[in-house]
């Protein structure tokens, strides 16, 4: 998989350039945390056994958007408290699209984790899909400047 390809190769890190944050997520980050192994296996313990119900308790508000089920999700990061970045499983069990919970709820940011990496700055491997993409998805074609990601 690619995200444990990043992670192995530590570059699965939070960009250095606030406005990355902007142009994929939509909104700045306020301390965030890509995680490693051991991270995701501690933050989605729980988060995965959680009902809806739970997880708008947990949140304080009802999550909206295109929601998001705990047990068809893998957390792998966040921009900040109750902030979450996931991977949804819901429609592909091989290709899980990326998920991020703004203010108004949950929103896909990336069609798939490779498309993620690629826009963070972080793989560059996928860029012939990606450009294929775009167009679709409305990506932009300028990719992220080298040597965005946090050392």
Same mark, same amino acid.
């Given at each position: ?31 965030? &945390? ?8 501690? @933050?989605?313990?729980?988060? @995965?056994?959680?009902? @809806? ?14 929601? &998001? ?39 896909? &940011? ?42």
């Amino acid at each position: 998989m690619a995200l444990l390809r990043a992670i192995g190769r530590k570059r699965w890190k939070a960009p250095t350039r606030p406005q990355t944050f902007i142009d994929v997520f939509g909104e700045p980050a306020d301390h965030s &945390v890509f995680y490693d192994v051991p991270g995701m296996i501690r @933050q989605n313990v729980n988060f @995965q056994n959680w009902s @809806q119900e739970e997880l708008a308790k947990h949140l304080g508000r009802y999550e909206g958007g295109v929601g &998001v089920t705990p047990g068809l999700a893998v957390l792998i990061g966040d921009l900040g408290i109750d902030s979450p970045i996931a991977l949804d499983y819901r429609k592909s069990g091989s290709a899980p699209r990326v998920l991020y919970l703004r203010l108004d709820g949950w929103a896909e &940011v990336a069609p798939d984790i490779e498309t993620l990496l690629w826009r963070l700055g972080i793989d560059w491997r996928h860029r012939a899909v990606v450009q294929a993409l775009r167009g679709l998805v409305g990506l932009s074609s300028t990719p992220p400047p080298a040597g965005d990601v946090g050392r």
